[in-house]
């Protein structure tokens, strides 16, 4: 007789959980009971109703779609995956499944714990990150871990480009662990609690750069980290100015927040090192290469931020 398959109800919501959730659902060895996601909501200045990238690819392979974690209770199922959900579950969901609650995060745990584990990794310059199946616990991220895997961040990795990638990594990390779970044959390590770091929300208001505080390397892994929101940007005449594309170059820095020509670049002083302006966007304006923006902008070169 074929084996059993592991049956599984999936939480999740953005294109993260999509990429874990295709990988299951082209597995012979995966039953998904059933998909949970955040309810439809209005958005935009028509209030249009939209779903989740998860409940559209659920719905497309002919899943079943709930919005109420209440539908959980005393279903029977092998296995809980969660994942990128966005919300806390109670213990009473967390000891539904027959073996585990499982999460994929994209960190490589104890590291990042939080809710912006990629942007972190690229924000402060780190050259791997990975990604982690945990069990899930109360207590965000704190589960012990059965498996990681890691990967390399390259030099121009954007936020969204990494993600797809770890993406890719962590869907066939938790296919790989997941039939050993259910034999017995994976196990988990407990967290260690010396080498814990957090990755909190990301708001709007961190885009602001601090050019007397921020160096231009730093500067650009914001830009990189912050792609595509919050984005990052200064303020010019009163207005938000988005910076779109720059890279860092050298040279000496006399008052940070200065805008200068250097050579055939439009740079900005910033605390070691200079930002080159590549393409710009004014609040409420269109995005424009720098050198078409300054033509308009007589009082540009020159300004401090």
Same mark, same amino acid.
């Given at each position: *007789? ?18 874990? =959730?295709?990988?299951?659902? #082209? ?7 059933g ?10 200045r028509k209030?249009e ?6 409940? @559209? ?10 919005? #109420?974690l209440?539908?959980?209770?005393? @279903?029977? *199922?092998d296995? $809980? ?9 109670d ?10 609650? $499982?999460?994929?995060?994209? &960190? =490589? ?5 939080g809710? &912006? ?16 199946? *945990?069990?899930m616990v109360?207590? *965000?991220?704190?589960?012990p ?21 770890l993406?890719?990594?962590g869907a066939?990390? $938790? ?10 044959n ?7 609690? @010396?080498?814990i ?10 885009? =602001?750069?601090? +050019?007397?505080?921020e160096?231009? /390397?730093?500067? !650009? ?7 595509? +929101?919050?984005?990052?940007?200064t303020n010019?005449e %009163?207005?938000r100015?988005? /910076?779109?594309k720059?890279?860092?170059?050298s040279?000496?820095? /006399? ?10 670049d439009v740079?900005?002083?910033a605390?070691?090192?200079?930002f080159?302006? !590549?393409?710009i966007?004014? #609040? %409420?304006?269109?995005? $424009?290469?720098?050198?078409?923006? /300054?033509r308009?902008?007589?009082?540009f070169? %020159?300004?401090v931020?």
């Amino acid at each position: *007789m074929p084996n059993p398959k592991i049956s599984l109800y999936f939480l999740g919501t953005d294109s993260f959980a999509v990429t874990v =959730l295709q990988r299951l659902v #082209d597995d012979d060895q995966f039953e998904i009971l059933g998909v949970i996601t955040p309810p439809d909501r209005k958005v935009g200045r028509k209030q249009e109703v939209q779903s989740c990238a998860v409940k @559209k690819e659920a719905v497309e392979n002919g899943l079943k779609v709930e919005h #109420d974690l209440e539908v959980l209770k005393g @279903k029977e *199922m092998d296995f $809980l995956v969660v994942v990128s959900y966005g919300y806390f579950l109670d213990d009473e969901v967390l000891q539904l499944p027959k073996y585990a609650s $499982l999460n994929v995060h994209a &960190s =490589l745990l104890p590291k990042y714990r939080g809710a &912006s584990p990629v942007a972190s990794a690229v924000l402060n310059g780190d050259e791997v990150t990975g990604v982690s199946v *945990m069990q899930m616990v109360k207590k *965000m991220d704190a589960g012990p871990v059965y498996a990681v895997s890691e990967v390399a961040i390259l030099e121009h990795d954007t936020e969204p480009v990494l993600r797809e990638r770890l993406a890719d990594v962590g869907a066939e990390l $938790l296919a790989q662990v997941v039939p050993g779970i259910a034999t017995g044959n994976a196990e988990a390590q407990e967290q260690d609690e @010396k080498g814990i770091s957090y990755a909190p929300l990301i708001k709007k208001q961190d885009g =602001l750069i601090d +050019w007397e505080n921020e160096t231009a /390397i730093e500067i !650009e892994r914001k830009l990189r980290a912050y792609t595509p +929101w919050p984005g990052i940007y200064t303020n010019f005449e %009163g207005k938000r100015l988005k /910076i779109l594309k720059g890279r860092v170059k050298s040279g000496d820095v /006399i008052k940070p927040g200065k805008v200068r020509k250097d050579g055939d670049d439009v740079v900005v002083e910033a605390k070691d090192g200079l930002f080159v302006l !590549e393409e710009i966007q004014l #609040d %409420g304006k269109r995005a $424009l290469p720098v050198d078409e923006f /300054i033509r308009g902008q007589a009082s540009f070169v %020159g300004v401090v931020f």
